[in-house]
């Protein structure tokens, strides 16, 4: 996504406003990526919500910036400078035969946004729900081929049995594509899942994280994500200012490359 999944391989066209969407510019020239990012959703005025992988890692470089609420890669939308970042402290890099573990970081910003927050859903909803995914990963399979429009792409939750066994668990979402080879890819790491909650509005229910089985490509199998409601003790613990934990160590970013994850 920079780190595992892609600027949804195959996906569409965003069909409506998505406010609480962010992007973060990264790059690893390392690897030959020199102009990527990963996604996050916005669930504060001042926080959004990435993956882990996504601002911690070798090589992995960020900007410094996320931009909030557009639906374009590069312009529009409000942008502001990283504050600080949190990586959840059991966070573990996984590799070709093993998922990421506890893929979920906070970024705080240094000034809050106008853009409304996406709530945190209650818990996702059971295997079949229907989901949607958002991201500005590569739609070209095997290349860094950014888009400069947001795209997305219908999903539903998967049992876990759908995806690799050890894969999907309590903290680990197997998700899949609706439509025929098409999945979230190289870039798309960080991005949301959502689901409709009360009066149809969307609810945040997943981070793209990585594949949902090892060694098949983004568009070939089903993708895993990171469950956030499942982590909401931890992200409420975060935000909050009389209890905030030591930020992840200064110059340790990660532009959300697939390492394991998407």
């Not at 931009?67 to 890099?93: E, L, M, Q, W």
């Not at 049995?161 to 098409?182: F, H, N, Q």
């Not at 990171?226 to 990660?254: C, D, E, L, Q, V």
Request: charged residues 20%; positive net charge.
């Amino acid at each position: 996504m920079v780190g595992s999944a892609g600027a949804i391989v195959n996906g569409s066209e965003t069909t409506e406003s998505y406010p609480f969407m962010a992007v973060i510019p990264a790059s690893a020239p390392e690897s030959g990526l020199l102009d990527g990012n990963c996604g996050a959703s916005l669930i504060d005025r001042q926080w959004v919500l990435t993956a882990a992988h996504c601002v911690q890692g070798e090589g992995l470089k960020l900007d410094g910036i996320v931009r909030i609420g557009s639906d374009h890669r590069k312009t529009g939308g409000t942008v502001r400078k990283i504050d600080r970042t949190f990586v959840h402290p059991g966070y573990a890099n996984g590799d070709d035969k093993a998922p990421n573990k506890n893929d979920i970081a906070l970024i705080r910003l240094d000034r809050p946004v106008a853009e409304r927050p996406v709530k945190l859903a209650d818990q996702p909803g059971p295997p079949g729900t229907p989901t949607r995914l958002l991201g500005f990963g590569t739609t070209v399979e095997g290349e860094y081929a950014f888009p400069d429009r947001l795209r997305e792409l219908n999903t539903r939750r998967g049992a876990a049995s759908e995806c690799a066994p050890g894969y999907a668990d309590r903290t680990r979402l197997c998700t899949i594509s609706t439509v025929p080879k098409t999945m979230a890819c190289h870039g798309d790491s960080g991005g949301p899942q959502i689901q409709r909650g009360r009066h149809t509005r969307w609810e945040l229910i997943g981070i793209t994280s990585g594949p949902g089985t090892p060694n098949v490509p983004c568009s070939q199998g089903p993708g895993l994500y990171t469950n956030a409601p499942a982590y909401a003790h931890w992200i409420t613990r975060t935000m909050n200012p009389n209890n905030t934990p030591k930020p992840a160590a200064k110059g340790s970013t990660s532009a959300g490359l697939r390492t394991n994850g998407k």
